[in-house]
């Protein structure tokens, strides 16, 4: 199977909103509402901020929020801040007991 | 919160086999979650390698099935990953994970694996 597609940069300047996409197809994202996102900062691990399409976890501001339609997801950040420059990742059931992440998505506030 | 910790050597020569040890603290390898191993090449994304069930049961990604193997060890609360065959292609930074359906809750601080002669 192949990685999920998201654009390899995205930019906001601080208080500004941000919208990250992540395409699949009908077996991974259009299939199953199954969507997480996780934050990478540099030289650390990656966090879970979305869970099941829209759902976060406890501590996630409710700055971030995700959506889909149809083979496409989407995180969206709401009032930037500075700490939220960071990589980001979507990943999605693929069926048969198999996860897909997509490519990344680096987030860069201005 | 559970923690997580992986171990193992840090290099690994060409056509050997990678093995890593990921131990479980703060919960139980016995509760309902599924135990995972993602990796991320240096500078480049995740990738999901497999995960295993306290009882045993695993998933393995596609692509990596015929070299993987995730093994648990419930005495020690811990779980572990072989990689066989290796190549350059799999250095990367190996995390071990708590994974449930809807994601991946908590994860280890990665340990890098670097493959070179």
């Known amino acids: 199977q192949s990685a999920l597609t998201q654009p390899p940069s995205a930019s906001g300047s601080p208080g500004q909103s941000v919208t990250i996409s992540c395409t699949g197809t009908?077996?991974?994202?259009?299939?199953?509402?199954?969507v997480s996102w996780y934050q990478q900062h540099p030289g650390k691990a990656p966090k879970l901020i979305i869970y099941?399409?829209?759902k976060r976890p406890s501590g996630v501001p409710d700055r971030f929020s995700g959506s889909k339609s149809g083979t496409t997801a989407s995180l969206t950040v709401s009032g930037l801040q500075a700490e939220d420059e960071a990589d980001y990742y979507c990943?999605?059931?693929?069926?048969?007991?198999?996860?897909?992440f997509g490519g990344g998505t680096t987030l860069t506030v201005l | 919160q559970v923690q997580l910790q992986e171990s193992g050597p840090g290099l690994v020569k060409p056509s050997g086999t990678l093995s890593l040890t990921c131990a479980v603290s703060?919960?139980?390898?016995?509760?309902?979650?599924?135990w995972s191993w993602v990796r991320q090449p240096p500078g480049k994304g995740l990738e999901w390698i497999g995960e295993?069930?306290?009882?045993?049961?695993?998933n393995y990604n596609p692509s990596l099935k015929s070299r993987v193997t995730i093994s648990v060890d419930k005495s020690n609360n811990q779980f572990s990953l072989k990689l066989s065959s290796v190549t350059a292609a799999d250095t990367a930074i190996y995390y071990c994970?708590?994974?449930?359906?809807?994601?991946?809750?908590?994860w280890g601080q990665g340990t890098l694996v670097t493959v070179s002669s």
């Open positions: 295993i069930y306290h009882s045993g049961s695993t």
């Open positions: 703060d919960g139980s390898i016995s509760s309902t979650n599924w």
């Open positions: 990943s999605s059931y693929a069926g048969s007991n198999n996860l897909i």
């Open positions: 009908s077996s991974d994202v259009g299939g199953y509402n199954y």
């Open positions: 099941e399409v829209s």
């Open positions: 994970a708590r994974q449930a359906t809807g994601g991946i809750y908590s």
